[in-house]
Every structure is written in C-alpha cells, then in structure tokens.
C-alpha cells in the first residue's frame, strides 16, 4: 500500500499512474468535464472562483486531518474547532492592539492546538479510541462556542477590512484563501513525506504494534499529529470568517463529516498507512465539485448527503477490495 | 489484535458473577438516579413530581430503545454511528408515506423497515466487505441524512392523526409512564434476557472478548454481527417512528446528534468501548440518569447549549475514567491488582476493539 507514498525506484510516470491520488484526479476531470459539456456555465470564471472559496477551509482541514488518519486515528472535533476558534477570532481583533489580522490567525492558531492537545493527550496517553474521545471533544467545543456566541451574530460590517478583504481578493486568478491551502499543501507534503515525524506516522497506522517496538515514540507522535489537525481546524475558522463575512453558532456544523469524507475519497486509507495531504485536497475538491455539478445538472440539491455517504462508502469498499486482492497474490507467490 | 489473556470467560456472564463484578457501578448508577429524583428538588422545583418523570421518560423513548441494542453491538467490539441519522430517515419515511396518504400504520411499519434496512446494510458492508463499523457508519450516517432530505427537502410533515400524536405526546399510565413505554418495557426485558440468559448474549460476549477464539470455537461471528447491526437498525426505525409521534412533525433536520447521547448512555453505562464487558442494568440506568439530569437543568433554566457540554462530558468521563482508573490501579501506589491492571490498559492500544487487521 506504500508504494505511492515511497515510490523511489520506479520511473516517475509509473509512480505517478499508482499513486493513489490519480483515480481521484481523473474522475475530477471527468465530472468538471461531463457537467461542462451538459452545462456550460458550469466552468464560468465566477462558478470556478465560488468553487475554490467554498472549497479552501475545507480543504485546510482535509490537510490536518490526513495526519491523524494515517495513523489509524480519526478526529471527529474539527467542526466545532472551526466553529469555536472563528468567534475566539472575532474577539481577540476587537480587544486586542494591533494589526488584526495577525491576532486572528494567533488566536484561532491557538483555539486550534488546545483542542488537539486534549484529544491528543487523550488518545495517546490513556490509549482511549479516537473516535470516542473526538465525539466527546466535538460536543464539548461546541457547547462551549454555543454558550461563548449564544445568540451573538458577527456580520462583516464588524470585521476588520483586511478580514473581508482575504476573502474576496484574488492574486493570479486564484482567491487569497486558495492560496492559503495552497501553501499549507505545499508545507504539509515534505513534511508527510520526508520528514522522521511524518515517516513515523505512516508506520505507526500501518502497524502500531512494530512501531511501539521498533521504538518509536507513539505517544509525541500522537499528540503532534492531532495538534496539527487543530491547528488546521482552528486556522480554518479564520478561513470561514474571511469566506463568508461574519459567525454565528452554527458556524461549521457538521463539517467534520465532509472532512474525513474529502480524506478518504482522496486516497488517504482510513486504516491508517498512506496517502498524503495533496490527496486530501483533491477529494476535497471532488467533493465541492459534484455539490456544485448537481444544480448545473438540475438534480435536487438535496442529493449532496446521500451522495457524500455513498462516496466515502464507495472509496473504502475500493480501498479493502485491493487489500484482499494485494493479500492473495502475495500469498500465492509466497508459496510458488 | 492483542488476544493474548481474553479467553471467553462464561462466569463473567452467569447472573451472581456478573451481579459481583459489575453490580457495584450498575446498583451505584440506579441509587444515584433515584438520589436526583428524590432529592432533586434540593436543586431546582419540581423535580419530585409525576410530571418529571413522565417528561424524562418520554424524552429518551428513542435513546433507550436504541441503546438496548447498541449495547449488545458495542459489547460484540462494534460500534453504529449512524443511528441518528437512521432515526432521522425512519421519520422522513412515516412523513413521507404519510403525505402521500397511506393509513397511519403502514407509515409505521415503513418507517421500521427503513431503519432495519438500513442496519441491513451496515451488517453487510462489516461482515460480507469486511469493512470497519466505524467507516462504514460514518459512510451510512451521510447517507441515511442525505436520502431523508432527499425525501422531504425542506419540508416538514405535521397534521399526523390525533390518535397516533397524543399517543406519542400525552398519553400516560399511572400519571407518570407514557403510553410508549408499553413498548419500550417489554424490550428492556426481552434484550436483558437475551443478553443474560440466552445463549446469543453469552456469544456476543464471547465475540467481544476474542473475536478470533469465539470464531475458532464455532461461533457463527459474522451471522451473529450481521443480525446485530439489523436489530439495532430496526430499534432506530422504531426510534423514529415514536420521535415522529412524539414531535407530531417529521423534518430532515428534526434530528442531529441522537448518536452521541446514545453511545454516551452506554459507555456510562459500564459497557467498555474495546467490547467485551458491561450489562444492560447499568446502561438502561445510564440512560435514564441522561434523561434526569437534562431534565433537572432545563428545569434550573439552564440554556440548550450547555446541556451538550453535559453529554458530550458524559461521554468524556465514561471513556477516560475507567482508562484513569486503570492507570491508577497499575501504579506502584495501589498496586494490589497491578497484573490485572496493565492487562487490562493493555488489551487497550488500538482504535478499534477487534480490528480483523488487513
């Protein structure tokens, strides 16, 4: 299952054509494609533009998640991260000297890594399921963001202009928060790749046991990978501020199944053991791309839950078919 | 995974063992239940009174019933997180058939068989595919969602007959156990007799405890999981038809969450999330001490945000306490049972009870 993350010895075209990235980034294709041709103003300039704001902090969480997923874990408390970091956010800028947007990315940085430091902490040092542990996280950040905001709605006209500002520019085509991803894309991948900390976490999901025992520190390991998780989810909230002008209790209900649905459609096997951030932001697209292909193709709007659903069943079912296959003919050619 | 010390053990199952090991927190539970109803008024009005208990039993109609067969699941190393949204659907369903002028009951029985389809499906994907309960349920809680609003959009169906509503709402027996528990009762007995004195609760044990041993021993694990997933499916259905009755309107949205309370109950319960051990005394307890407290604090006035922070720390505290006790246990300090202990934090590594390793 590794071949794609290691990939040293192949040539680069065939590395390429087995990453478990290229399936997600063909059938992208096919859709922005397909619904191009019955609908051709599905590929205007602004259709593109909504498509990238829509997709960007979703997208950035996608990125902090597939930390946590390689490593046979799951964090569920990303949503309400968002929801929560994005007010703590709003008010930092109003109370807090200086240039704003700089305290919002702080604050929300910081909302972020406290929360992943709790559900790290939790996973790695009591060896509580993550699952659980995130479910329990996710309720709890998002009674407290509900008893923080309460009622309190932030609109644009209360944010800074450089806020609002990140949200509608665009630099070489691309909107300011596409950037955004972009870069935390472009840190996170050497750092999933090359680095010992990212190396560590492909091997503790692709075998916990062997890495306690080949002497990995699990618990570190565990701890920083959910802080990056938060600090991604918490940098999202400040995405969202941008993006939609303003927060309000609901901020970023429910993200989290997109989420971990954007991971696992993009190739990062939810057992743990590969795949890589870029991926996560190609399923992040796909995702965003066939909720926005269904109006240009007039189906009900409605659709987009089931479909998400099916998808992410459809992608692990896939995932575990070519398990059982790899498994057979390792075990035929091991008796030959 | 581990499976070096987890032998199925069948005193953990006979009704004196059981009662000696686990008695203490499921009688504590009970006690401290009947303590918040008793006292209760030391805290906030009326809490003594018919009408709470009437209200708290009605409100975790839906919660009870799925956690009766949620315990059996995650005892068995699995786990549903899609029960909510199965609710949600089985309620879109009843409104569904409804509006399109079906008598009241078949809505019903739709609604049901929405829900243990849809179990249906979870078992397969687990037990045919061989895929994880955790995935798979994240998969189906979208999917279960998106085909509710995909039959009502944004629609709400209310105008449900009389008869069916106040049967839901209003009616009571005794002035305080609402006409629902008349179904709700019989199936505490039936899943507590099921799991404690047939031979189907001693496998789900035995399945928990080592899936690979119950498997080698002629258990039928994949058939006993199967049927699992389909009743807890059906109590979800059935959930969602009372929801229905119970809210007199059925929405896409009406409900979110439901599988948080529910997985809390049971993990507050005494039942251990890495499968295996706990008994549906203390989770039936665990549900109603839920039911209770919420109650208590919408009647101290406390806001709707704050009781998710009490369920979601319930949930916390269930899983990290005994985690921390465990701990606790393996210190030099209180070492009496110190073996044990660190078998036990032990057999606790993975994220999932019995992952059957790819």
């Not at chain 1, 053991?273 to 992040?284: H, I, K, L, T, Y």
């Not at chain 2, 001490?289 to 109650?295: A, D």
Request: charge should be positive; proline fraction near 3%.
């Amino acid at each position: 299952m590794t071949t794609a993350t290691l990939g040293t010895a192949a040539a680069p075209w065939r590395t390429l054509l087995r990453a478990r990235e290229t399936p997600v980034l063909v059938v992208l294709v096919a859709v922005v494609v397909g619904t191009s041709l019955a609908n051709p103003r599905f590929v205007s300039r602004q259709g593109i533009r909504d498509l990238l704001l829509a997709v960007s902090f979703i997208a950035l969480m996608a990125i902090g998640q597939t930390f946590v997923i390689v490593m046979r874990h799951v964090d569920l408390s990303v949503g309400s991260t968002l929801g929560l970091a994005s007010y703590v956010g709003v008010v930092a800028m109003r109370n807090l000297p200086g240039v704003p947007l700089l305290w919002l990315l702080l604050a929300c940085s910081a909302v972020g890594l406290a929360v992943g430091l709790v559900n790290g902490v939790l996973v790695a040092k009591l060896k509580l399921p993550a699952l659980v542990v995130t479910l329990g996280t996710l309720y709890v950040v998002r009674g407290i963001q509900g008893i923080v905001v309460a009622s309190k709605r932030v609109n644009a006209s209360a944010l800074p202009e450089s806020v609002v500002d990140l949200g509608i520019r665009s630099f070489l085509g691309l909107p300011y928060l596409m950037w955004v991803v972009i870069v935390a894309a472009l840190v996170a991948a050497p750092i999933a790749r090359y680095t010992r900390f990212g190396r560590d976490l492909y091997a503790m999901g692709s075998n916990p046991d062997a890495a306690q025992l080949v002497g990995i520190r699990v618990s570190t390991r565990t701890i920083g990978a959910f802080m990056i998780s938060g600090l991604c989810a918490g940098l999202s909230g400040a995405l969202f501020l941008a993006r939609f002008g303003g927060t309000d209790v609901n901020a970023g209900m429910g993200v989290e199944l997109s989420v971990v649905a954007a991971c696992v459609i993009g190739g990062v096997f939810i057992f743990g053991g590969s795949g890589s951030p870029f991926g996560a932001v190609v399923g992040a697209l796909l995702l965003k791309v066939i909720a926005t292909a269904l109006p240009a193709l007039k189906i009900k709007e409605f659709w987009q839950d089931a479909i998400i659903g099916a998808l992410i069943i459809a992608a692990i079912s896939v995932d575990r078919i070519a398990v059982v296959r790899a498994d057979r003919k390792r075990r035929l050619e091991s008796r030959r | 995974m581990t499976g070096s010390v987890a032998v199925p053990r069948p005193s953990a199952v006979t009704p004196l063992a059981a009662w000696r090991r686990l008695g203490s927190w499921d009688v504590l539970l009970f006690v401290l239940v009947v303590c918040m109803f008793v006292f209760g008024d030391a805290v906030t009005e009326d809490v003594r009174t018919s009408a709470t208990a009437f209200n708290t039993l009605r409100n975790v109609t839906e919660i009870m019933l799925i956690a009766l067969a949620m315990t059996m699941l995650i005892i068995s190393g699995e786990i549903d997180l899609s029960v909510g949204s199965a609710v949600g659907l089985s309620s879109c369903v009843v409104g569904k058939a409804f509006e399109s002028g079906l008598p009241m009951w078949q809505c019903a029985v739709l609604g049901v068989v929405s829900g243990t389809m849809g179990g249906a499906l979870n078992g397969f994907l687990v037990t045919r595919v061989g895929l994880q309960s955790l995935a798979v349920t994240i998969g189906t809680l979208a999917l279960f969602r998106g085909l509710g609003s995909v039959l009502l959009g944004n629609n709400t169906v209310s105008q449900f007959p009389q008869g069916w509503v106040s049967f839901g709402y209003s009616e009571k027996l005794f002035g305080f156990l609402p006409k629902t528990w008349l179904i709700v009762v019989p199936a505490i007995l039936l899943f507590t007799v099921l799991l404690r004195y047939a031979k189907t609760g001693h496998a789900v044990y035995a399945i928990g405890l080592n899936n690979e041993a119950a498997r080698y021993s002629g258990l039928q694990v994949r058939r006993i999981k199967f049927a699992l997933f389909v009743v807890t499916g059906a109590m979800a259905g059935l959930g969602g038809v009372l929801f229905t009755l119970r809210t007199a309107s059925a929405s896409p949205t009406a409900v979110r969450g439901l599988e948080l309370s529910v997985i809390a109950a049971v993990l507050f319960g005494g039942v251990s999330i890495f499968g295996g051990k706990g008994g549906l005394f203390g989770v039936a307890s665990a549900v109603l001490f839920l039911g209770l407290s919420l109650r208590i604090l919408v009647l101290a006035g406390v806001k709707p945000n704050v009781l998710t922070v009490v369920t979601g720390g319930l949930l916390l505290v269930s899983v990290v306490g005994p985690a921390v006790a465990a701990r606790l246990r393996a210190h030099p300090l209180f070492s009496r049972s110190a073996g044990r202990a660190e078998r036990e934090s032990h057999s606790a590594q993975t994220m999932l009870p019995d992952s059957e390793r790819l």
